[in-house]
C-alpha cells in the first residue's frame, strides 16, 4: 500500500502551526440562513466519490473496444460480400456486448445503494444543535465535531479540543498521534484516535488535501488487478502475432485464381476472425460484475474490485478479537475491591469517569451503564482512552471538597509486573474475561509518568459475547489452508481464552506483543509460529502486516476500531465491519455492513471463483487464438485456400468456446488463486492451440488430394471442421475437469448440438457441411484421437515441467 507524500513544516497544510479562521467560528455553528447563501456560492463538499463507472463510462468501456473495432469493420464488410450467415459473428459480439453492458449496469446498481448505505456522516452543529450530514453537505464554514474513530473529512482549523489526539500518518508518514489544540490545522484524510473536539471547514470540495487523491484512488476500479493487467498483456501478445498473419493471410487469399474475389474475401475473413479472443474481456468483466452482485445481496460492499481477486489469493488473515471474534458491546460482570477500598466511593469514581467522556469506548460504556451515578463529582481535567497508551484518566473535584485523580485501564500497564493484584487478573484472564484496573494517580494526568505511584483500587470484570459464526469462519479458514492470526491490544491471556472457544489452533500458546522483537525477520518468524497476540500497539499492527508480506504471504486484516487503521491500510485486502469507526471503513476495501465475520468465506469463494474459472476460459479463448494463427500461418507457407468461412469458426466458437465459456466461468471454484495470470494460461494455450491447428491442417492437406471434381472445396471445409470441432472438444474435456454431473452435461450438450448440424438438412445447408463418404469422415476421427492422445501427454509433460 502507498501513503500519501510527506509534507514538510511550514508548507500549506502544515498541522503545526495555528491558522487564521474565517468567520464564523463561533460555538453554535452557522445558521440555515448562513448555510443555503454557501450552497447559493457554491461552497460545498463536492468531493469526487467512491463510486462505480458512470452508464457512459460503462457503455464506452465495452463498445469501444480494439477489437470491437476490428469486427467491427470486418462484419460491414461481411455483409455487403457474403451471405448472412458468414455475418453471423457480428450479431454475437452485439449480443456480447449488451451482455456486458447490462451486468455491469447490475453491479453499479448494487455498489451505488451499498455506498449510500455504508456512508460516513460527520456530525456538524448548526444553529448550535448537532446533526449528522452526508459528506457531501458540508459547506465552507460548518463548524465539524469529532470523536474517537472519526475521520477529518475536509480541512480546517480546531474550535474546541478535549485531549484531541490526531493521526496523520496515512498523510505525512509521522507514526505518533499529533495532540490539537485550539487553532491547528486539521488535515482531510487523517482521524481521531483519542479526545474529542470540533474544528470548522476551511477548505471543501476538491481544495481539501485528501481530496486531490480521490478521484483516482476512491473509485472501483481493476486497475491494480493481476488479472485485469494479465489479460491486457495476453492481448497485447494476440496484437503482435495476429497484424502480420493477418496481412499474409490477406495477401495469399486474394491473389489466388481458383475462386471468385467475394469468396477470396470471405475466407480471409474467416480467417482473421477466430485470432481475436474477444470473448475473455467480457467474461472476465460479467465474472466481476456477478461477484459484487453476488456479494452485494449479502450486505458486502467492495470498495475497490480487486479486492475480490485479492481475497482470493490471501493465505494469511489477521483479525481483530474486539468487534471480530467478539460483538461490540460488553457487560460488566463482577467488581473486585481491592485493598479494603470502600466500594461506594469506587462506584462513585467509575460513574464520575463514565461521565467525564463524551464519545466513551466500548469498556467505558459497559462500565457507565453498570454505575451510572458520578453525580457530584465536578470533571477538572480529562485523558482520553487511546489504544497506544492502554488507558484513560479524570481529575475530580468531589462533592466532599476533595480532588482526586483517577486511571482506568489495562492491569498489566497500570501495575508494576509484581504487583499481587495481577494473579487474580491472570487467572480472570484465563476464562476469557477482559479485565480493567480502576487506579488512583499519585500526580496530576499530565505528568509525563502518570502511571507511577498509582494505588490499585479495584477490578471491572467484563464479559465480551462471542460472535455465534466465529467458530464456523475460523474452521473454514483453516480447511482452506488460510492461516488466521488473531491480533488484539487486549491482554495476551485473555484473547488466547477467546480463540480457544472458538476452536483456533495455537490460542493455549499467546503472545504478548511487548516482547515481541524489533526486527522485520524475527517478528516474521514469530508469527508464523504463533497465532494469538496480545498487548499488540497500533504500529506493532502495521509492522506485523509489513513482516508478513516479507516473507511473501498475502495478507487480508480485519477491524473495526480506530487502532485497526494503519495496518487495514498496509494490508493486502482491508476488511472494516460496518458498524466500525468512520476511519476504518474509509481505508478498507470490503466493509461487511451487517457486521459479520460469516460473510468473508463469501467473499473468498467469489474471488476463488472469478480468478480460477476465468483462467480455466482463458486457455479456451487462446488455444482458438494459438490455432488460428498457426493456421492462417500454414495456409500462406502452403498456398492454399484458407479452410474456413466465417460461419464455420462462429459455430466451432459458439458450441467449444462461447457457451461453455459462460457456464464454466460462473461455477463455484474453491481452489486459491495462484500467481503469475498470464505464465499459468499461456503453458497450456501455446501446446493445445499448436496440436489443434497441426491436426486440423493434416486433414484438411488429405482431403484436398482425396476429394477432386465440383464440390471438393465443400468437402475439404467439412472435414476440416470435424478435425477442428473434436480436438477443440477434448480441450474443453480437460478444462472442464474435475467433472461433476452438469459439467459432463455440457461437454455433451455441446457434442450432440454439432451432430444436429451434421444430420439436419436444413442445418447442413446453412452452416455449408456436409460430410462425404465415410473413409475420409473415419480418418479425420481417427487423427482427431491421435491429437487429443498428444494433448493428454503435452498438458501432463507441462505440468510437471512448468508446474504452476
Same mark, same amino acid.
Given at each position: ?95 456480447? %456486448?449488451? /451482455? $456486458?453492458? =447490462?451486468?455491469? #449496469? ?5 455498489? +451505488?445503494?451499498?455506498?449510500? !448505505? ?126 502480420? %498473419?493477418? /496481412? $499474409?493471410? =490477406?495477401?495469399? #487469399? ?5 475462386? +471468385?474475389?467475394?469468396?477470396? !474475401? ?298 485497526d487503521v494503519l495496518a487495514l491500510k498496509d494490508a493486502d485486502i482491508g476488511v472494516s465491519m460496518g458498524s466500525g469507526s468512520e476511519a476504518t471503513r474509509a481505508v478498507a476495501q470490503i466493509v461487511l455492513l451487517n457486521n459479520s465475520f460469516a460473510t468473508l468465506p463469501s467473499v473468498v469463494a467469489e474471488g476463488r471463483r472469478v480468478i480460477g474459472n476465468i483462467t480455466r476460459v482463458a486457455t479456451l479463448f487462446l488455444v482458438k487464438t494459438v490455432y488460428s494463427v498457426l493456421l492462417a500461418v500454414l495456409v500462406v507457407c502452403f498456398q492454399v485456400e484458407y479452410p474456413f468461412l466465417p460461419r464455420h469458426l462462429t459455430m466451432l466458437s459458439t458450441l467449444t468456446i462461447g457457451i461453455p465459456a459462460f457456464f464454466l466461468a460462473l461455477a463455484p471454484n474453491k481452489e486459491r488463486a495462484k500467481p503469475h495470470f498470464v505464465r499459468r494460461v499461456m503453458r497450456y494455450s501455446v501446446p493445445g492451440g499448436v496440436i489443434a491447428g497441426v491436426a486440423t491442417f493434416a486433414a484438411y492437406m488429405i482431403a484436398r488430394h482425396y476429394y477432386t471434381g465440383a464440390g471438393a472445396l465443400d468437402a475439404e471445409t467439412s472435414i476440416a471442421t470435424l478435425a477442428l470441432f473434436l480436438v477443440s472438444m477434448w480441450v ?73
Amino acid at each position: 500500500m502507498t501513503h500519501g507524500p510527506h509534507i514538510d513544516a511550514g508548507s500549506e497544510l502544515d498541522p503545526v502551526h495555528p491558522i487564521a479562521l474565517p468567520a464564523p467560528a463561533r460555538a453554535a455553528g452557522l445558521t440555515t440562513a448562513e448555510v443555503a447563501e454557501r450552497v447559493a456560492r457554491g461552497e460545498v463538499n463536492d468531493v469526487p466519490v467512491r463510486s462505480s463507472r458512470s452508464t457512459t463510462e460503462i457503455v464506452r468501456a465495452n463498445v469501444f473496444t480494439r477489437f470491437n473495432a476490428i469486427i467491427g469493420v470486418l462484419w460491414l464488410i461481411m455483409l455487403f460480400v457474403a451471405p448472412f450467415q458468414d455475418s453471423l459473428f457480428g450479431y454475437v459480439i452485439i449480443a456480447n %456486448t449488451g /451482455i $456486458g453492458i =447490462i451486468q455491469e #449496469q447490475r453491479a453499479k446498481r448494487t455498489l +451505488d445503494g451499498l455506498a449510500v !448505505i455504508g456512508e460516513a456522516k460527520p456530525t456538524v452543529r448548526r444553529d448550535g444543535k448537532a446533526a449528522a450530514v452526508s459528506t457531501s453537505e458540508i459547506v465552507l464554514g460548518d463548524l465539524i465535531e469529532l470523536g474517537p474513530g472519526d475521520k477529518v473529512v475536509v480541512d480546517g482549523g480546531t474550535i474546541e479540543a478535549d485531549g484531541l489526539e490526531i493521526d496523520e500518518s496515512l498523510l505525512t508518514g509521522e507514526p505518533d498521534p499529533v495532540l490539537k489544540k485550539p487553532g491547528d490545522r486539521m488535515m482531510s484524510g487523517s482521524f481521531v484516535v483519542a479526545g474529542s473536539g470540533a474544528f470548522t471547514a476551511t477548505k471543501v470540495g476538491r481544495q481539501a488535501y485528501a481530496a486531490q487523491l480521490a478521484d483516482e484512488a476512491s473509485r472501483f476500479t481493476l486497475v491494480h488487478s493481476e488479472l485485469r493487467s494479465g489479460i491486457s498483456t495476453i492481448l497485447k501478445y494476440v496484437t503482435w502475432m495476429m497484424v502480420p %498473419t493477418a /496481412i $499474409g493471410l =490477406i495477401i495469399s #487469399q486474394l491473389v489466388r485464381e481458383r475462386h +471468385d474475389f467475394k469468396d477470396s !474475401i470471405a475466407r480471409t475473413v474467416g480467417g482473421i476472425i477466430p485470432m481475436i479472443p474477444e470473448g475473455l474481456v467480457l467474461l472476465t468483466s460479467v465474472a466481476f460484475a456477478i461477484g459484487v452482485v453476488r456479494l452485494g445481496r449479502k450486505q458486502c460492499l467492495v470498495q475497490e474490485l480487486p479486492a475480490i481477486e485479492g481475497l482470493a489469493r490471501v493465505d494469511v488473515v489477521c483479525l481483530d478479537k474486539t468487534g471480530t471474534l467478539t460483538e461490540g458491546g460488553m457487560n460488566v460482570t463482577g467488581l473486585r475491591v481491592l485493598g479494603g477500598e470502600d466500594k461506594a466511593h469506587t462506584e462513585k469514581a467509575l460513574g464520575a469517569l463514565g461521565a467525564s467522556d463524551p464519545r466513551p469506548n466500548a469498556s467505558l460504556k459497559a462500565v457507565t451503564d453498570a454505575y451510572p451515578d458520578g453525580s457530584g463529582w465536578r470533571c477538572t481535567q480529562a485523558l482520553p482512552f487511546s489504544s497506544a497508551r492502554k488507558y484513560s484518566g479524570a481529575s475530580f473535584g468531589e462533592d466532599g471538597g476533595g480532588t482526586s485523580t483517577w486511571l482506568l485501564g489495562a492491569p498489566d500497564v497500570l501495575l508494576p509486573a509484581d504487583d499481587p493484584a495481577l494473579k487474580e487478573v491472570g487467572q480472570l484472564n484465563e476464562e476469557g474475561l477482559r479485565v480493567l484496573l480502576l487506579a488512583r494517580a499519585a500526580g496530576p494526568l499530565d505528568d509525563t509518568d502518570a502511571v507511577a505511584g498509582a494505588r490499585p483500587v479495584a477490578l471491572v470484570v467484563l464479559e465480551q459475547r462471542l460472535r455465534p459464526d466465529a467458530a464456523d469462519t475460523l474452521a473454514y479458514f483453516a480447511e482452506q489452508d488460510v492461516a488466521a492470526k488473531v491480533i488484539s491490544g487486549d491482554n495476551a491471556v485473555a484473547v488466547g481464552a477467546v480463540a480457544g472457544k472458538l476452536g483456533l489452533p495455537g490460542a493455549a500458546d499467546a503472545v504478548d506483543a511487548r516482547r515481541l522483537p524489533g526486527e522485520p525477520e524475527d517478528m516474521a518468524e514469530a508469527l508464523d509460529t504463533h497465532s494469538v497476540f496480545g498487548r499488540v500497539s497500533p504500529q506493532q499492527k502495521r509492522a506485523m502486516v509489513a513482516a508478513l508480506q516479507g516473507r511473501g504471504h498475502t495478507v487480508a486484516m480485519t477491524g473495526d476500531g480506530v487502532n485497526d487503521v494503519l495496518a487495514l491500510k498496509d494490508a493486502d485486502i482491508g476488511v472494516s465491519m460496518g458498524s466500525g469507526s468512520e476511519a476504518t471503513r474509509a481505508v478498507a476495501q470490503i466493509v461487511l455492513l451487517n457486521n459479520s465475520f460469516a460473510t468473508l468465506p463469501s467473499v473468498v469463494a467469489e474471488g476463488r471463483r472469478v480468478i480460477g474459472n476465468i483462467t480455466r476460459v482463458a486457455t479456451l479463448f487462446l488455444v482458438k487464438t494459438v490455432y488460428s494463427v498457426l493456421l492462417a500461418v500454414l495456409v500462406v507457407c502452403f498456398q492454399v485456400e484458407y479452410p474456413f468461412l466465417p460461419r464455420h469458426l462462429t459455430m466451432l466458437s459458439t458450441l467449444t468456446i462461447g457457451i461453455p465459456a459462460f457456464f464454466l466461468a460462473l461455477a463455484p471454484n474453491k481452489e486459491r488463486a495462484k500467481p503469475h495470470f498470464v505464465r499459468r494460461v499461456m503453458r497450456y494455450s501455446v501446446p493445445g492451440g499448436v496440436i489443434a491447428g497441426v491436426a486440423t491442417f493434416a486433414a484438411y492437406m488429405i482431403a484436398r488430394h482425396y476429394y477432386t471434381g465440383a464440390g471438393a472445396l465443400d468437402a475439404e471445409t467439412s472435414i476440416a471442421t470435424l478435425a477442428l470441432f473434436l480436438v477443440s472438444m477434448w480441450v474443453l474435456a480437460i478444462i472442464a475437469r474435475p467433472y461433476t454431473w452438469w459439467r459432463v452435461l455440457l461437454v455433451a450438450a455441446m457434442g450432440v448440438a454439432f451432430l444436429l448440424v451434421l444430420a439436419v438438412p436444413g442445418l447442413q445447408h446453412f452452416f455449408a457441411l456436409k460430410l462425404v463418404g465415410t473413409v475420409m469422415p473415419w480418418m479425420t476421427v481417427g487423427i482427431a484421437a491421435v491429437a487429443s492422445l498428444g494433448l493428454e501427454v503435452a498438458w501432463r509433460w507441462v505440468d510437471r515441467r512448468y508446474p504452476g
